[in-house]
């Protein structure tokens, strides 16, 4: 993930870090209020037993942006064609490695007003069983929102993805000793 990220998903990421750490590292002194626009972009998402991805919980502004209530709103629903496959399979890999990944996409209005969109997903630890099911995704637009004029984005193509790093164990070396 060696790409420019807007602060706010430099912001989620670090906290998604320090929650998964299993060191003793003093906790930071941040809190979520201290990030009121990074709260409003939130979302989470849950697996349905028909393997939809639905919406549990969004911010104010990520509804205002997408121009709907997405509750019970499947995600990839925001997606088409081959942006679709391509959004399911950083989800399938983000639930794999249970890590969190970046994709960056082009949003466009219905008056053809675009603008570039950073959405990270990561997964959320669960007391359920379903641990693998629901992730956690940051909304971001990352020019400033005047530009949208109250529209919201209706299309969105993907320009960019960044699946979560590939953990490779260190190669080993072997030695042989031979005695002929």
């Given at each position: 993930?060696?790409?420019?990220?807007h602060?706010?998903?430099v912001?989620?990421?670090?906290?998604?870090?320090?929650?998964?750490?299993e060191?003793?590292?003093?906790?930071s002194?941040e809190?979520?209020s201290?990030h009121?626009?990074l709260?409003?972009?939130?979302?989470?998402?849950?697996?349905?037993e028909?393997?939809?991805?639905?919406?549990?919980?969004?911010?104010?502004?990520l509804?205002r942006l997408l121009?709907?209530d997405?509750?019970?709103?499947?995600?990839?629903d925001?997606?088409?064609g081959?942006?679709r496959v391509?959004?399911?399979s950083?989800i399938n890999?983000?639930?794999?490695?249970?890590?969190?990944?970046?994709?960056h996409?082009?949003?466009?209005?219905l008056?053809?007003?675009?603008?570039?969109?950073?959405?990270?997903?990561?997964?959320?630890?669960?007391?359920?069983?379903s641990?693998k099911?629901?992730?956690l995704?940051?909304?971001?637009v990352?020019?400033?929102?005047?530009v949208?004029?109250?529209r919201?984005?209706?299309?969105?193509?993907?320009?960019?993805?960044?699946?979560?790093?590939?953990?490779?164990?260190?190669q080993?070396?072997?030695?042989?000793?031979?005695?002929d």
């Amino acid at each position: 993930m060696s790409t420019t990220r807007h602060p706010n998903t430099v912001t989620l990421l670090s906290a998604w870090e320090r929650m998964h750490e299993e060191t003793d590292v003093p906790q930071s002194t941040e809190k979520a209020s201290d990030h009121p626009e990074l709260l409003e972009c939130l979302f989470v998402v849950e697996r349905s037993e028909e393997g939809r991805w639905l919406f549990r919980n969004a911010g104010n502004r990520l509804e205002r942006l997408l121009g709907r209530d997405l509750g019970q709103q499947d995600c990839l629903d925001f997606w088409t064609g081959y942006d679709r496959v391509m959004v399911q399979s950083l989800i399938n890999s983000v639930r794999e490695s249970r890590k969190p990944g970046l994709l960056h996409a082009t949003g466009e209005t219905l008056t053809g007003t675009q603008v570039n969109i950073e959405l990270t997903l990561a997964p959320l630890p669960s007391p359920r069983s379903s641990a693998k099911n629901r992730l956690l995704g940051l909304y971001q637009v990352l020019e400033a929102y005047p530009v949208l004029q109250g529209r919201p984005v209706w299309r969105h193509r993907v320009t960019a993805l960044y699946p979560p790093a590939i953990d490779r164990s260190p190669q080993h070396l072997r030695l042989v000793a031979s005695n002929d």
